[in-house]
């Protein structure tokens, strides 16, 4: 199978940039997909472009359905490769918002990775108060990056993270499971992204006499694909420039074994 879903491209003829959406309907459709929600599929029978089932996009020419691309602004272009990640975001924040009762204005989110670096910068955006913890230092240039844009970082374990309206986990590990339910405030919803498993201790009286939300998400719906580019084109340039770094191919390896640097998203170049 043909790897890659994460793309970017440009359609023949007219030149315009496109992100593709990576899921496919289930079929028969399901309601869910059936409304255009195929992230929401219920037979789990759907297939994903470069994932399962469908060819990926590490090619020099894809066809897809006009109804399965996004259309990115020519400025954008240079960071649409982060799109992808941040319609995952995206849905996340959307369903907590809507999720929590009151009024949040706190978020904290767990794990330093593509996925928690941009849903922090998704949330400050909102106007929230966030922080991010992961296992990096400190001194980290990750870590160094989010001050500049505004969070707060808290290195674990040397710095207990603090309690929060709205925690994404998206360190995919079960330990973030449990200090994302931990760090709830009452009527706070936690979101897990990544954690395969919830390990024993979960704190339940606190969490029903707080009136707390744990809730899973995975995948994006066209609405989420949306908000990510406007989100992406409402973000200092100085960040995300930062988010992004390029590297020439055959360097893949030190990308994939070495340790993670400031840039999220390693993007190697095949010919200029
Ligand atoms: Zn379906």
Same mark, same amino acid.
């Given at each position: 199978?043909?790897?890659?879903?994460?793309?970017?491209?440009?359609?023949?003829?007219?030149?315009?940039?496109?992100?593709?959406?990576?899921?496919?309907?289930?079929?028969?459709?399901?309601?869910?997909?059936?409304?255009?929600?195929?992230?929401?599929?219920?037979?789990?029978?759907?297939?994903?472009?470069?994932?399962?089932?469908?060819?990926?996009?590490?090619?020099?020419?894809?066809?897809?359905?006009?109804?399965?691309?996004?259309?990115? %602004?020519? +400025?954008? &272009?240079?960071?649409? @490769? $982060?799109?992808?990640?941040?319609?995952? !975001?995206?849905? *996340?924040? =959307?369903?907590?918002?809507?999720?929590? %009762?009151? +009024?949040? &204005?706190?978020?904290? @989110? $767990?794990?330093?990775?593509?996925?928690? !670096?941009?849903? *922090?910068? =998704?949330?400050?955006?909102?106007?929230?108060?966030?922080?991010? &913890?992961?296992?990096?230092?400190?001194?980290?240039?990750?870590?160094?990056?989010?001050?500049?844009?505004?969070?707060?970082?808290?290195?674990?374990?040397?710095?207990?993270?603090?309690?929060?309206?709205?925690?994404?986990?998206?360190?995919?590990?079960?330990?973030?499971?449990?200090?994302?339910?931990?760090?709830?405030?009452?009527?706070?919803?936690?979101?897990?992204?990544?954690?395969?498993?919830?390990?024993?201790?979960?704190?339940?009286?606190?969490?029903?006499?707080?009136?707390?939300?744990?809730?899973?998400?995975?995948?994006?719906?066209?609405?989420?694909?949306?908000?990510?580019?406007?989100?992406?084109?409402?973000?200092?340039?100085?960040?995300?420039?930062?988010?992004?770094?390029?590297?020439?191919?055959?360097?893949?390896?030190?990308?994939?074994?070495?340790?993670?640097?400031?840039?999220?998203?390693?993007?190697?170049?095949?010919?200029?």
């Amino acid at each position: 199978m043909i790897l890659g879903h994460e793309a970017l491209g440009q359609v023949i003829g007219t030149g315009e940039w496109v992100v593709p959406v990576i899921r496919r309907a289930c079929a028969p459709p399901c309601a869910s997909c059936a409304r255009g929600r195929r992230d929401l599929c219920l037979t789990s029978h759907y297939r994903e472009r470069g994932i399962f089932g469908a060819h990926g996009y590490f090619c020099d020419w894809a066809a897809d359905d006009p109804a399965d691309l996004v259309g990115v %602004p020519p +400025e954008l &272009a240079d960071r649409a @490769v $982060l799109v992808e990640p941040m319609s995952v !975001v995206e849905k *996340a924040i =959307a369903r907590a918002c809507q999720t929590h %009762p009151g +009024e949040p &204005a706190t978020a904290l @989110v $767990l794990g330093a990775g593509p996925i928690g !670096v941009l849903a *922090a910068l =998704a949330l400050r955006l909102r106007g929230l108060g966030v922080s991010l &913890a992961s296992l990096e230092p400190r001194d980290h240039p990750r870590a160094r990056l989010l001050e500049r844009a505004g969070i707060q970082y808290s290195s674990i374990p040397d710095r207990t993270p603090p309690m929060a309206d709205i925690v994404i986990e998206a360190a995919g590990a079960p330990a973030a499971a449990l200090a994302a339910v931990q760090s709830l405030n009452p009527l706070g919803v936690a979101v897990l992204l990544g954690a395969p498993e919830m390990p024993p201790g979960l704190p339940l009286l606190d969490f029903i006499a707080g009136n707390c939300t744990v809730l899973g998400s995975v995948n994006a719906g066209p609405e989420s694909f949306a908000a990510a580019v406007e989100d992406l084109a409402c973000l200092d340039s100085h960040v995300l420039d930062a988010l992004i770094r390029r590297a020439a191919f055959g360097d893949f390896a030190a990308s994939i074994l070495g340790p993670p640097g400031e840039a999220v998203k390693i993007v190697h170049i095949l010919a200029e």
